[in-house]
Structure formats: structure tokens, C-alpha cells
């Protein structure tokens, strides 16, 4: 039986501490320059890219994870897919789940571990791109650290009153403006030009550019991250889709500040993601073993191997709705 994950069960199962807390164990576990995985990308006729994440891997975890997702930037959510969650035993489809809420938290919340390692403690936030990304990193970075002030900037006004209102934040006029009054910064955006500037940075900050993790996307001018201590997820997929693609840049694995108790900061540092299939296992697999667990779900047997009902058509079929949230 394959069990159906939706995002109203997904949510009823993800918790922000348990995630972080898989996340982080997820990047010390890895290989910061090992295989990890295949990014596919494929141009759709349309206002929109598929993409393909296969597989998610990680030591420890007898399963792994293929992702299909479509981009489409106009839409809400602008991510939809699938994660299939596959046994390591014989191959069975343990799960199907929406990509979308999996995609958003790992992504969110590994951001939040990033900027609590890398940005001094006490900083005032800013973010740059109101969407669901930068909810979910918000809401990591409150179970690590507090901040004293939190501006906000959208290219919609009103998504940007909205978020600074639910977080008790002020609006800014443009992106150099949140910067300007900002020690941590996240940009959150689906920008192809810069945002920021060197010039629109000063001494101590950190920024969080989760926008660099697909060729043609950048959220920083190259001034700005010549002059930073560049962080990534993982260092070969940064240099064949990410930041690092020009190779007069250098960076730090992740890993490594998650693994420093006495970090020494820089004048200005970057973390640049990619994004990993590993890290869509790491939640996939927490939430299937949670919803297991509380009997959330429904559950479909795409093998056919009974007949509940007779069938339809011919068709042996089984499907089956479980207590709780669908």
C-alpha cells in the first residue's frame, strides 16, 4: 500500500523543532561533495519549468525520494508536484506527497539553520520577497534565535503590509532600503537581476539568497559575492547550477558552520543554496514515519493485488481513506 500524503495531512505531522533537528542531522550525515542526486530541468511551452530531483539519499535511511515538480512563477503556490518515496528494500512506493509543502519547509528551514550559524547573534532581519518561502524561514529562524526588528519589502505592497503585519514588522520601498537597516537579510525571490549591491551592504551582514538555485536566477550582483565568504548546500551542484558557477568563486559547505560551536565571522558572508533531493528525504521520510504512526492519510494500492468492491472496469482496485486528516 502506497499511503497519500496531501498538504493538509503533511501539515498535521511537520513540526518545525523535530524538522530542524532532522535537517541538521541530514547535512552533518552527508557528503557536502558527494553525488546528490540529478537536477533535471525541462522548458515547458508554457509560463513554466519542470523539474526533477532524483533520488534523495542519505546514510542511514532505507528509502529514497524522486521529485517531479512544475514551476509556474504566476501561480499560488507557484511549485506542484510529487514526491514518490520508494523503499531501499525492494523498490515499493511507500508514499506520494504533495512537493510543494516538502519543498517549501526543507528549503525554509534549512535557510533557517544556515542563518543562525552563519549571522551574528541579536541581528535585526530583514526579508526581500513576502511568498512562502520566506514564511517558512521565519518561522525556523523563531525557534533558533529572536530579533529585535524586522523589515519587509515585495514587489506587491500589499503582500508585503500583510507578512509585515503577521511577524510585527515594518514595510520597506525597495530591497536596498531593507538592507540598509538590516544585519540578516532573506531574499526570497524569483528574480533574474540583482537586488542587492555591494554598496547596499555594510560590515557584519549576512544575506540568505535562496533565489540562485537554477541557472539564469540571482538575487546578488557579482561585486557583492566576490566580496563575501560564500556558504552552499552542497559544492559541485553550486558550481554546475548555483553561485558557483563562475569559478573565480570559492565556498564553505554548510556542514562545516553547522559543526562550529566558536564560529569566526566575517565582514560579510552569503549563503547561497541550491537545493538537495536529499533534503526532500529527510523531511519525506520524517513525515511518513509520523503519519504512519497517527494513522494520517489515505491508501492506494497502485499494484492492484485485491478486489475491494469489484473493481472498476475489470480492474482489481484498493484504495482506502485512514482516520484522521486527508
Keep these: 500500500m502506497t499511503l497519500l500524503l496531501s498538504r493538509s495531512a503533511l501539515l498535521a505531522v511537520l513540526e518545525p523543532d523535530a524538522c530542524l533537528d532532522a535537517l541538521r542531522s541530514a547535512f552533518l550525515a552527508a557528503d557536502p561533495e558527494g553525488p546528490a542526486g540529478q537536477r533535471v530541468f525541462g522548458e515547458l511551452p508554457f509560463a513554466g519549468v519542470a523539474t526533477a530531483l532524483i533520488p534523495g539519499l542519505l546514510p542511514g535511511i532505507d528509502a529514497y525520494t524522486v521529485k517531479v515538480n ?19 528494500t525492494d523498490g515499493s512506493m511507500l508514499a506520494l506527497l504533495d512537493s510543494a509543502t516538502i519543498t517549501a519547509w526543507r528549503t525554509g528551514l534549512a535557510a533557517a539553520l544556515a542563518m543562525d550559524a552563519l549571522a551574528a547573534p541579536g541581528g535585526r532581519l530583514g526579508v526581500i520577497g513576502a511568498g512562502a518561502q520566506a514564511e517558512l524561514t521565519l518561522l525556523g529562524l523563531g525557534r533558533l534565535r ?4 524586522l523589515t519587509v519589502h515585495d514587489t506587491d505592497p500589499a503582500h508585503a503590509a500583510s507578512f509585515a503585519a503577521r511577524h510585527g514588522g515594518t514595510v520597506a520601498a525597495s530591497p536596498s532600503a531593507v538592507s540598509a537597516v538590516s544585519d540578516l537579510v532573506l531574499c526570497a525571490t524569483w528574480s533574474r537581476t540583482p537586488l542587492l549591491s555591494l554598496a547596499d551592504t555594510h ?52 556542514a562545516v558552520h ?47 493485488r485485491s478486489q475491494v468492491g469489484g473493481g472498476v472496469g475489470g480492474m482489481n482496485t484498493r484504495f482506502r481513506l485512514r482516520p484522521g486528516v486527508v
Design 258 to 304: 553547522l559543526r562550529d560551536a566558536s564560529p569566526v565571522r566575517p565582514s560579510l558572508s552569503v549563503y547561497a543554496p541550491v537545493g538537495l533531493p536529499w533534503q526532500d528525504l529527510a523531511l519525506s521520510w520524517f513525515a511518513y514515519r509520523r503519519a504512519t504512526s497517527a494513522g494520517l492519510g489515505a491508501e492506494l494500492d497502485f499494484l492492484e
Design 146 to 149: 529572536d530579533w529585535p526588528a
Design 70 to 88: 512544475a514551476k509556474f512563477p504566476g501561480a499560488q503556490p507557484a511549485q506542484r508536484g510529487v514526491i514518490c518515496l520508494h523503499s531501499g
Design 203 to 254: 560590515p557584519g551582514q549576512h544575506v540568505t539568497t535562496l533565489g540562485a538555485d537554477e541557472p539564469g536566477k540571482l538575487e546578488l550582483s557579482p561585486d557583492l559575492l566576490a566580496a563575501a565568504a560564500l556558504t552552499v548546500d552542497h559544492l559541485p551542484l553550486a558550481r554546475s547550477s548555483g553561485i558557483l558557477t563562475d569559478p573565480a568563486l570559492h565556498a564553505t559547505p554548510l
